[in-house]
């Protein structure tokens, strides 16, 4: 049962980037959109993430001499994998995809702007330090329960659900309303760790309005 007054529909990353044809495109990833379409309908109270990289990021292996998308490199926070340029700021890529309904967002969390440091999780830059500002808000406004949907699963959705949840929200993932990128067994290794934290796993149909 859901409590529209009190629970918060996060919305993370349904951008064109990563939807199919995109620079870093999920496959599926725009048949989401009507499913949490009609979700964000279901809640009072709803915020987005937006990946949202200035040109040249650290992230990017166009940043690095040799080196290609999906290696491996240790920056000052730790090892990173490198992307594609993607969701650089004010470009196609990085605008929310056209059909996605965002007027009932209360706010909307960018992240990956710091051009030295990447941002998979909607609470914490990848530093695990650095925080977005997310979770004040939700503290501010008292949600206790935070329900997730968007891309990818295994990366964006999943690192902000087990921050969430470390930071001791209680936190629902909308399995149907993601998609994964699943690289190398990534998609079965988060929710191996779901499983480990107590991230529960729902599907659309089974969230309804309570009274």
């Known amino acids: 049962m859901l409590n529209p007054a009190t ?13 199919p044809g995109g620079a870093l495109g ?15 309908r279901r809640f009072d109270n709803v915020a987005l993430t937006q990946d949202w990289h200035p040109a040249g ?5 166009s ?9 491996m490199v240790e920056l ?23 059909d996605l309904e965002t007027d009932k967002a209360q706010m909307i969390i960018r992240k990956g702007f710091r051009g030295d440091i990447d ?4 609470f914490f830059e990848n530093d695990q330090k650095t925080r977005t500002g997310l979770m004040g808000f939700v503290q501010e406004r008292g949600f206790k329960r935070v ?15 087990l921050d969430g949840k470390g930071l001791g929200l209680d936190v629902y993932v909308v399995e ?5 990128i699943n690289m190398g067994g990534s998609l079965e290794a988060m929710y191996q760790q779901f499983n480990e934290h107590g991230v529960k796993r729902v599907q659309s149909v089974d969230l309804t309005v309570s009274g």
């Open 119 to 122: 941002s998979y999780s909607a």
């Open 57 to 61: 990021h650290s992230s990017f292996a």
């Open 147 to 161: 329900f997730m949907a968007g891309l990818a699963t295994d990366y964006c959705v999943g690192f902000s659900a």
């Open 26 to 40: 999920v496959d599926g990833g725009h048949d989401i959109v009507p499913l949490i379409n009609n979700l964000t």
């Open 76 to 98: 000052s926070y730790g090892m990173q994998n490198l992307w594609p340029d993607h969701c650089v700021q004010g470009s196609f890529g990085a605008q929310f995809h056209k």
């Open 7 to 19: 629970d918060l529909f996060l919305i993370i990353d349904v951008q064109n980037d990563f939807c």
């Open 176 to 180: 149907d309303a993601c998609r994964g």
């Open 63 to 71: 940043s690095h001499e040799g080196k290609s998308p999906f290696e």
